[in-house]
């Protein structure tokens, strides 16, 4: 369904918060989004119910009692995976029990690009369509912050990138969760490396070519997300460039029935 003027407007208060949210507005998704609003005037909240996934997304963005107003709305699912701002919560834990699954997240944006890494070790390789299989058994290697949120239709319109081995499998790879070209926004994610093939550069080069290609294409809102007990990614995406937007909160949620 697509989004109104309203949407689009409380959306582009916070940009980089709402970065998956806008790149969302492009035609393609609008089978998968359903828009809701709550209250009014200045004080506007959004909840977008995001259907393209196995387990539906809930984002919200803006005023608290406003967004509430905005989840009222929404026709919940039994399950749901939710990308929330932590004073939101408060409402969402009256409908959803999650003690199973709540992650504290960083919203990170490049600010500094001065400080990114320069190409190094390691031959990249852009990767395809095609090349699906071949993410999803590099991802399936699994540890505690492997990528877990990958489609391979992620790939039609993203960018992705990795590092070949001389079997013709993935020692590493990177790539964006999703691009919107037109309004320049791109989120980085996705980035893995085999844990025997740790220590060699793959993921500097790897971050390098991704920006690369997203800044070729004119994008310039570019974000990530880091998990915030993975302080070993965060100082490392900071000596890179990118900076915390703010703190926001992850998870699966199951619908309460009274």
């Known amino acids: 369904m697509p989004a109104s003027t309203q949407v689009r407007d409380t959306l582009y208060n916070d940009p980089i918060w709402s970065a998956y949210a806008i790149a969302d507005l492009q035609p393609d998704f609008d089978p998968y989004c359903t828009w809701y609003v709550g209250g009014s005037g200045q004080d506007l909240g959004v909840a977008l119910l995001f259907t393209a996934l196995s387990i539906p997304t809930l984002f919200t963005v803006g005023e608290p009692t406003a967004v509430a107003a905005a989840v009222a709305k929404v026709p919940l699912p039994e399950e749901v995976y939710i990308t929330i701002r932590e004073f939101h919560m408060a409402h969402l834990t009256g409908l959803y029990d999650f003690s199973a699954d709540t992650r504290p997240m960083w919203r990170m944006t490049l600010a500094d690009e001065a400080l990114l890494p320069a190409r190094s070790t390691g031959s990249v390789t852009r990767l395809g369509e095609a090349d699906g299989p071949r993410l999803q058994a590099l991802f399936a290697g699994g540890g505690e912050y492997a990528p877990d949120a990958f ?108």
């Open 151 to 258: 489609d391979p239709y992620q790939l039609q319109n993203g960018v992705f990138v990795g590092v070949e081995m001389a079997d013709g499998s993935l020692a590493a790879a990177g790539g964006t969760h999703i691009v919107d070209w037109t309004s320049g926004v791109a989120a980085i994610g996705n980035m893995y490396t085999r844990e025997p093939q740790r220590g060699r550069g793959y993921g500097r080069a790897i971050l390098h070519a991704i920006v690369t290609i997203l800044r070729a294409g004119n994008v310039q809102n570019i974000v990530l997300n880091v998990d915030q007990r993975n302080e070993r990614a965060r100082r490392i995406y900071e000596a890179y460039g990118f900076s915390c937007h703010c703190p926001y909160l992850e998870g699966i949620g199951e619908l309460r029935h009274a």
